[in-house]
């Protein structure tokens, strides 16, 4: 009996060395995701996600309306760099914005698979000249960081409702082929019609 008292009280040691030790360790992992937890930029992860979102759904409105044969591009499932490879084309009315939306997009991926995250110049390169060549017309100085993202944001998600519309009452039913033969028929018109004046 004495040896099986000997071998319990020898675990029991073991095993509370063990936890005081796993404790300690417990707390320095705490005390570690504690500090990641307060380090992470929660309003520019917020903002950034914000505009992510705000400009994919314009986007996604913008596809349907140019793509009316394309079927349900919600249930698709498509990745925001998917709708902008099938935004994007020559006669693409959203090629303008196609480069710094990509640049959104970057900068959201970013921050949603990083612990600290800051925007990277290069990623905000077309969003800057868009925006710049618009306050430079009301010669104002234009937003830098974040606000100049949520300004590239709001122009880009108004113009993309603006083709939505244009879109939808020009091109009918056959979405952006259907807008840009109107386009064709009206400048050949114009066209015409200056030259009869000319």
Same mark, same amino acid.
């Given at each position: ?24 360790? *417990?707390?320095?992992? &705490?005390?570690? $995701? ?6 992470? !930029? +929660?309003? %520019? ?20 309306? *140019?793509?009316?044969? &394309?079927?349900? $591009? ?6 925001? !760099? +998917?709708? %902008? ?8 009315l959203a090629r303008l ?102």
């Open positions: 009996m004495d040896t099986l008292c000997r071998e319990f009280k020898a675990l029991v040691d073991v095993y509370e060395g063990e936890y005081h030790r796993s404790q300690s360790r *417990a707390d320095e992992h &705490l005390a570690e $995701i504690g500090n990641l937890w307060h380090d992470i !930029d +929660q309003q %520019l992860v917020g903002r950034v996600l914000r505009c992510h979102l705000l400009a994919e759904h314009y986007l996604t409105k913008y596809l349907v309306a *140019a793509n009316p044969s &394309l079927g349900d $591009i919600e249930s698709a499932r498509l990745s925001f !760099d +998917q709708k %902008l490879k099938l935004a994007d084309g020559p006669r693409s914005m196609i480069p710094g939306l990509s640049g959104l997009n970057k900068i959201r991926n970013r921050l949603a698979h990083r612990l600290s995250c800051t925007i990277d110049p290069s990623s905000i390169r077309h969003m800057t000249e868009l925006v710049s060549a618009l306050f430079a017309a009301t010669q104002q100085k234009p937003p830098e960081g974040i606000v100049l993202i949520e300004e590239f944001t709001r122009v880009s998600s108004w113009c993309l409702a603006g083709l939505v519309a244009s879109i939808r009452d020009r091109g009918g039913n056959s979405g952006l082929a259907g807008y840009n033969e109107w386009w064709d028929t009206s400048l050949l018109g114009a066209r015409r019609k200056i030259e009869g004046e000319g």
